[in-house]
């Protein structure tokens, strides 16, 4: 029986113990506090399983072969990328409901530029991807659709907020988000 457990070890029938000192028998003996295995998942030998990489490759590879011809090739990692995006969705998405909502119950401009200025969703993915700087989490998303996201929660957030009819939250939107941004224009 597991109890306490953590990312090196637990307390295994009581006695604290580290993960890696256990023997492939006492490994597949683990029960977790509420029953139940405490591995995800053991190979044969009762060592923990690791070849994710080969797994993922392989279902995609059925996948391909089975249903869908242009099933891309996915691996551990494509994980992380799928939650960087999901997550800024999310991030951004809940950045502009709460700046409008700021607008709208203050009609102050500095609350909100003070609320911008302390809550950006690059820095808190940046933490949750543990990069060093939000320059390595900008080129991370460098490939995903980032104006897009930005974009939606922008139109969807004044719209959802009462402040400006969908009409005109799409006119400023693209305005905002212009590729034809001419330097010294304001």
């Not at 991807?129 to 939000?134: A, D, K, M, W, Y």
């Not at 974009?151 to 907020?161: F, L, N, V």
């Amino acid at each position: 029986m597991v109890t306490d457990p953590g990312p090196r070890g637990g307390r295994v029938n009581g006695v604290r113990r580290s993960w890696d000192s256990l023997t492939p028998a006492e490994r597949r003996r683990l029960v977790a506090p509420e029953g139940g295995s405490c591995l995800l998942a053991v190979k044969s030998g009762g060592g923990p399983f690791t070849a994710w990489g080969t797994v993922f490759e392989r279902t995609s590879d059925r996948i391909r072969a089975r249903f869908e011809p242009r099933f891309p090739h996915v691996w551990p990692h494509r994980c992380r990328h799928t939650f960087s995006m999901r997550t800024l969705e999310y991030l951004v998405t809940g950045h502009y409901r709460q700046a409008a909502k700021l607008v709208r119950d203050t009609d102050a401009d500095a609350a909100l530029i003070f609320y911008l200025s302390k809550a950006d969703p690059l820095l808190v993915l940046r933490d949750l991807l543990g990069h060093s700087t939000v320059l390595t989490t900008e080129k991370y998303l460098r490939r995903l659709d980032t104006t897009r996201i930005y974009r939606d929660a922008y139109e969807g957030a004044g719209a959802a907020a009462g402040l400006a009819c969908d009409a005109a939250a799409e006119d400023e939107a693209a305005a905002e988000f212009s590729d034809d941004f001419v330097e010294g224009e304001a």
